[in-house]
Nanobody, 126 residues
Framework: QVQLVESGGGLVQAGGSLRLSCVAS????????MGWFRQASGKEREFLAA??????????DYADSVKGRFTISRDNAKNTVYLQMNSLRPEDTAVYYC?????????????????WGQGTQVTVSS
């Protein structure tokens, strides 16, 4: 059974930083594309970042809204993907989710991902 568990959310002041973690189980972690999404209250789920391997090359993809502020990384030995979030803004407030899909093809569409965590709340105060 595939399970993704996020942690690291919380309350932070504008300009601060948080690091989110997502521990995966029940899948061959190194062969999966791992993504981070967020969903603010009353809004649709939004792509943030993803990582995958293509052959021997490691690829990353970032949404324009977070490029330069957020960094995605993964530790295959720990079956964990991270999202380092710096220079946080009140508009970053949302529930943050990690997701996984087996295909090597890069995509930003939430519907393309097969497995999802339960989410972790991030609240950025002004």
């Amino acid at each position: 059974q595939v399970q993704l568990v996020e942690s690291g959310g919380g309350l932070v002041q504008a300009g601060g930083s948080l690091r989110l973690s997502c521990v995966a189980s029940g899948l061959s972690f190194s062969t999966y594309r791992m993504g981070w999404f967020r969903q603010a209250s009353g809004k649709e789920r939004e792509f943030l970042a993803a990582t995958r391997y293509g052959g021997s090359t490691y690829f990353v993809d970032y949404a324009d809204s977070v490029k330069g502020r957020f960094t995605i990384s993964r530790d295959n030995a720990k079956n964990t993907v991270y999202l380092q979030m710096n220079s946080l803004r009140p508009e970053d407030t949302a529930v943050y989710y990690c997701a996984a899909v087996s295909t090597r093809t890069s995509t930003r569409a939430p519907a393309s991902y097969d497995y999802w965590g339960q989410g972790t709340q991030v609240t950025v105060s002004s």
